[in-house]
């Protein structure tokens, strides 16, 4: 769906607080909107992308730190399921199966350390049940890791390091995730809020690290896992076996323990403050539809459609590509879904959001439209705002056009008709707002609009490339992509200082289950009547203008004689 607003906020402010800056509301607020993307210089860098460089220089120092933090905080994470609190209860909702996802790890390892001491003592009584059990839970566990690392395969960073720190963000974000669920509590209407009354505001913060702000939710885990004994190291993990290598002594380890536990409050809020580099950013949609909650998980406003894919995506093939669904929740009296905040751990990002599909409207809005004439007079304007000879006289005399009119006249303006999809907005490192694509409709132009959002980088160019081809590939084996018509679905590319690179499935608002005779190919153009969404034709258009796009930044890279003088 197309850009219709836009906010900037600092993660540690209050939802309320969060700045709009919207084409369909105020065109006031904060942060600089470009209204014409060709007027804007995208290469300018501001002072924030001086002090960006700074950060980067810091970041590098201590990126493996914090890698190795995360393990250890991921570690004390991990409690038996029997201390969730009453709040697990309001995220009945999810549909089980991710729920179990989410927590069957954590059951897994306090089910397994009572197996093993079971199998242990059994050995010894020769018996072969529990022996079996174990093996397959074992199995299990093991197949559960490798879905688990298929999914974080999914981030495409241009070096090990950073995709090992992207991996691990992803892995941390993922079980604070469960056990902010144990520290949450349901209010009586219904609304899911954390327990701040026993914060350690900024108390056992290493000296020297005033500047940074302790995360609520982090804070209240740190404090929670450092009151139980420091045998739950001894509860290893995957993470945990990160950290502690099989070989080391019991002294070694005791020490190194003892080390992790004074950087875990030190890193965890480096790890914040590097949150907190950055605001939060909704680049396109609907005013108020989005918004990032304190706790950092991205709330959308709640739509049936919406949910029931968010929920099918989670158990689907192409659920390496979609941000994580927490549920959904009631706040202020409205619905939210919840969803993994797909900037978090990003520095400075640069967000570029693509509507896919050849059609931006579904048929029943066509059906609709026949039986109901509105006119749209935001829609005239906005229309006339971009070309004033594009409405008909009699809309001129109207003042106004039908929303289907103006559908399908900024479908067949842009390049959603013809290429099957469309830049919608770019946010760039240093916050600038591009969001004025209308005119961006040849190869050429959007090839260009690609160049500038990379900043022709090619690692990141080829990146993006490579998350696409595996998209294309995992799309064929997807259940939910053979049995829906993806309408108004967006592809979140989003890149930062740390070349971290990676394209999200987001929007699902529109998407709707074929019926059973109907057998989309993506790939066809579309007639009405046959539903076809056109959304492979974008993804390989969009391919082939990445490549079309590294050629070029190539061949800007390669030597030419002047540089021999
Ligand atoms: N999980 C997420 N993590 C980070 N940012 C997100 C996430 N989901 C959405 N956004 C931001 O919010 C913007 C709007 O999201 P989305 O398209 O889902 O909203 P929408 O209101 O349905 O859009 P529309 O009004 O076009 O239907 C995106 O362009 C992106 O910048
Ligand atoms: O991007 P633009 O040019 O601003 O146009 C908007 C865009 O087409 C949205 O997709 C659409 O919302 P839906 O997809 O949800 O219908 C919205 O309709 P609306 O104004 O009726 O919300 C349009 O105004």
Redesign the pocket.
């Known amino acids: ?6 906010f900037m906020k600092g993660l540690d402010f209050p939802m309320q607080s969060m700045s709009t800056l919207s084409g369909k509301a105020s065109d006031a607020g904060d942060g600089e909107v470009a209204r014409d993307a060709g007027e804007e210089n995208i290469f300018d860098f501001s002072s924030s992308s001086i002090k960006s460089h700074r950060f980067k220089t810091t970041g590098l120092r201590i990126r493996p730190k914090l890698a190795s933090a995360q393990a250890v905080l991921s570690s004390k994470l991990e409690q038996p399921l029997g201390t969730q609190t009453s709040a697990h209860e309001e995220q009945e909702d999810m549909k089980p199966e991710y729920l179990e996802r989410l927590t069957r790890s954590t059951e897994e390892m306090t089910a397994d350390k009572d197996i093993e001491k079971q199998v242990m003592a059994d050995e010894a009584l020769g018996k072969e049940d529990s022996k079996n059990e174990w093996k397959g839970r074992t199995e299990l566990k093991e197949k559960l890791k490798d879905r688990m690392r298929e999914r974080l395969g999914g981030c495409l960073d241009n070096d090990e390091s950073s995709e090992r720190e992207m991996t691990d963000s992803r892995r941390h974000r993922q079980r604070s995730w469960v056990a902010k669920q144990r520290h949450a509590h349901t209010s009586r209407d219904g609304e899911l809020y954390m327990d701040r009354g026993t914060e350690r505001d900024g108390e056992d913060q290493d000296r020297g690290m005033k500047e940074f702000v302790p995360h609520p939710v982090l804070s209240r885990v740190l404090l929670h896992s450092s009151a139980s004994s420091s045998s739950s190291f001894n509860n290893s993990s995957a993470e945990s076996d990160e950290v502690f290598s099989e070989g080391e002594d019991a002294a070694a380890r005791r020490k190194t323990m003892s080390r992790c536990r004074s950087w875990r409050t030190f890193l965890t809020m480096m790890q914040w403050s590097k949150r907190t580099q950055s605001p ?7 005013q108020g ?2 918004k ?1 909650s304190e706790g950092g998980e ?1 709330l ?2 709640f ?1 049936e459609v ?1 949910n029931i894919c968010l929920q099918a995506l989670m158990s689907d093939a192409l659920y390496q590509f979609v ?1 994580q669904y927490f549920g959904h929740i009631s706040q202020d009296g409205d619905r939210y879904i919840r ?6 751990g990003l520095k400075y990002p640069v ?1 570029m ?1 693509c ?1 896919m599909g050849v059609r931006t409207y579904q048929e029943d809005e066509i059906i609709k439209a026949r039986s109901n004439v509105t006119m749209r007079t935001d829609m005239y304007h906005k229309m006339v705002k971009v070309d004033p000879a594009a409405p008909t006289e009699e809309e001129h005399a109207l003042g106004g056009v039908t929303k289907l009119r103006y559908m399908q006249w900024r479908d067949d303006s842009s390049t959603t008709s013809t290429l099957g999809f469309r830049v ?2 770019i ?1 760039m490192g240093n916050g600038k707002v591009l969001r004025d694509f209308y005119k961006t409709c040849t190869n050429a132009q959007v090839t260009e609009t690609l160049l500038s959002f990379t900043k022709r980088q090619v690692p990141i160019l080829k990146a993006y490339k490579s998350r696409l081809q595996a998209l294309n590939e995992t799309l064929k084996l997807s259940a939910f992509f053979s049995k829906h018509e993806i309408i ?3 592809l ?1 590319f ?1 890149h930062d200082s740390n070349n971290k690179a990676n394209i ?1 499935m ?5 998407t709707i289950p074929t019926p059973d005779n109907v057998h989309l190919k993506h790939d066809v153009p579309w007639v009405e009547g046959n539903r076809e969404d056109g959304y492979l034709t974008g993804l390989i258009s969009l391919i082939s203008l990445l490549g079309e796009a590294i050629g070029q930044a190539e061949e800007d890279k390669e030597p030419s004689l002047s540089d021999f003088h």
């Not at 969803?339 to 978090?344: C, F, G, K």
């Not at 987001?506 to 529109?510: L, N």
């Open positions: 769906m197309s850009i219709s607003s836009l939060w950013i909704q680049l396109a949609g609907h539809n989005v990032l991205v959308k406003r739509c919406e941000p969803l993994e905040d797909l900037l978090s967000i959001d509507k919608e907005g946010v108004g679905s967006s979140l989003v999200w987001i929007d699902f608002g529109k």
